[in-house]
DNA sequence: CATTGTTTGAAACAAACGTTTGTCACATCG
DNA sequence: CGATGTGACAAACGTTTGTTTCAAACAATG
């Protein structure tokens, strides 16, 4: 399992582990404090000794669990002379590996992240701007780069469309899953959603990119 | 305001309207009995007498939200001699201005489901056949009619990159608006993502409906 | 008017909640 | 050695939760 943090405290970084999986499970109100230290294997009261309240434990927890659940920047692992399209290729995989797939016991993550989209808590700006905004700036750099010239708006809804499409089949899943039926959902694999969110977004992208017949 | 339904009783309808509010802004666990009958100007006992427990008022509330919140299809104001094109147009923009649009107090309904996708619950399967698939079958129809002869999943995905795209306004807005400023948001009114989205389905079916090119 | 069934009212219930307390174990340092 | 500070522990704190009780108020019907 993925340590939390470089703490030297045990106590301290299984109560953050349990904390994100009970918050992720249950949010914020559904989570009680006695079922976090049950399940980190800690006393009732380690909680306020470490944390002062279940507040500023969830804040940490949530910080934390992102901190270690996403490795990286997705695209990082772009070769640099690679052209825009293919990083964007890569860019969609690396998002769906990470949002989307379900790898097991990793997957409670992201329900944080999730619940603090439909009601942003106090962390959630400084979730966004640690580990959100980095990857959109090089969303938009491989944006920018597919169509030069285009207004900051339709630049940000191209971007948009990107990550709307990822998004969904992490945010739509019970739904969607439900709509067309268990076994064709899971034809929909990662290689598969990655193979068509990017033909899809590079069609959109050129279907703004300019007059100018841009050749790729 | 509008009404919850054609019950005759009153207390029952203000009781299910004051649950859809609280539920939507605080969850199932988050918010309490107590506020919603103060909200509803009823007696304490009343939840219990009328619904019996909690999950049976979360239950009827969010049925009864959802029933009333979405007046009826979004396309069927479509001219059935319009063609495809132009119905997903009109799809997209009545999934915007329902959804996604905050036309003030409105705005709680679509919580209640966006809830329901995280951590689905028992009405969220009837949610999604009562409510849901049939806008999901008109689109569909729309769709397979734009690009005909395409295989199963490959609808289903071009399906969810629409819905993504829509749906993404409403999920992701928090973050979204913290991203790209506030200003820039608001530049990002329903007309201007109708079209957007429109363009960016249109071209993404496109590219899957042309006789196969050299993929990858 | 008396009776019946239905709805509301204030009060209380046990259980669970977040939080606090006081104490004990143990390591560190003068 | 004693002094000091850190952390774990059981127990209890006061509050809030969902739920229940029972009597009063009401409308309808005989």
Known sequence: MGELGTGLDPTRERLLEAAGEEFAAHGFDGATIRAICRRA???LAAVNYHFGDKERLYYEAVLAAHRCGLPHDPDLSAPPEAGPAERLRIYVRRFL???VAVDRSRSWHHDLMLREMIRPSGVCEALTEER???????LREIVEELAPGLEQRRLDA?????IGQCLFYRMGRSVAERLIGPQAWARLDTEFLADHITRCSLAAV???AAPVEAGR
């Not at 959100?132 to 090089?138: D, M, V």
């Not at 191209?158 to 990107?162: E, N």
């Open 158 to 162: 191209l971007c948009f469309t990107v």
């Open 206 to 208: 050129e279907a703004w």
């Open 41 to 43: 294997g800690a006393n």
């Open 132 to 138: 959100i905004r980095p990857r959109f700036r090089r």
């Open 97 to 99: 590996e990470q949002v």
